[in-house]
């Protein structure tokens, strides 16, 4: 039996940050080409959406893309059929109290929702509505939703990752590959 060897050259984080053509080959096939990469945060984000919603007795649905962009079929509804039995003059005090105890799993969304919708509360004025107050809100949720994956899908947020988890790679007939460490 023969036993052959081949050597290849393992790049790490130092390698990326000192080379861009390799870091933007490596940083386009395993971050932005992958089609399993996605935002790590995205199931947190929807639930402090969902957790906002439920907070202030309102539905929430949505739709939306796990890429840096909206497509087509994108949407974020927020119902407040409940607030048909609120009296108009008192939807302003009946968020405000409901938003006192909103707490979700995902600090940065929940702060920036409960930080928004408090601005809105303070500028409420006579012609502002319940559906106006929602479509603010969903406004700011669709911002929130698309902001955070394009950091996710960065270039500085890739070389973060890289950099934290010591991640290395290797190319073979010009294809790079992922080295998994057994360590």
Known sequence: MKVMTKQYEVFD????????????RIYQKFWIDDPHNINTWADKNIDSFK???VTLNMTFDCSLSNSEYPDRGCYIKLDASNYDYVA????????????????SNHEYICENLRIYANKLLGEWHKGYSITKFCEDMERRMWHLWFEDNRYYFSKENFLETVEANG??????????????SLA
């Not at 984080?13 to 933007?24: N, P, R, S, V, Y």
């Not at 991640?167 to 998994?180: I, Q």
């Open 13 to 24: 984080i130092e390698d990326l940050k000192k080379d861009a053509e390799l870091c933007d």
């Open 51 to 53: 957790d906002f919603a």
């Open 88 to 103: 108009p003059s008192q939807r302003q005090n009946y968020i405000a109290d409901r938003l006192k105890n909103y707490s």
């Open 167 to 180: 991640y290395e790679f290797y190319e073979d007939d010009g294809d790079f590959h992922f080295l998994w």
